[in-house]
């Protein structure tokens, strides 16, 4: 198993940037494609970048393209989600996952076999 730990949200204004980061421990981070997903309140947990074990993909949901990026640090163990352009509905608990598979990558929630804790962001208007 993996541990990841988030960090980085918090209350910002809509227009706003925040970073926001997952340290990795436990295993090889480098062998694992990542992702980001959130969950807003009375919503379901959705998928919001992925990024692959080698950092040469990049995928994400519609709603934050151009406004977010996912990227990776492998030799700090590190996955980071870079997040401009804030919007009031971008308000969730953010959660970074890693693959159940090594040098793999599958869009499916269940195929991400560790998960972190998450971190709130709050985007006011």
């Known amino acids: 198993q993996v541990q990841l730990v988030e960090s980085g949200g918090g209350l910002v204004q809509a227009g706003d940037s925040l970073r926001l980061s997952c340290a990795a421990s436990?295993?090889?981070?480098?062998?694992?494609?990542m992702a980001w997903f959130r969950q807003s309140p009375g919503k379901r947990r959705e998928f919001v970048a992925a990024?692959?074990?080698?950092?040469?993909?990049?995928y994400y949901a519609d709603f934050v393209k151009g406004r977010f990026t996912i990227s990776r640090d492998n030799a700090k163990n590190m996955l980071y989600l870079q997040m401009n352009a804030l919007k009031p509905e971008d308000t969730a608990v953010y959660f970074c996952?890693?693959?159940?598979?090594?040098?793999?990558?599958?869009?499916?929630?269940?195929?991400?076999?560790?998960w972190g804790q998450g971190t709130h962001v709050t985007v006011s208007s």
């Open positions: 996952a890693a693959q159940r598979r090594t040098s793999y990558y599958s869009p499916l929630e269940a195929d991400f076999g560790s």
């Open positions: 436990g295993r090889t981070f480098s062998s694992y494609s």
């Open positions: 990024i692959h074990w080698n950092a040469l993909d990049t």
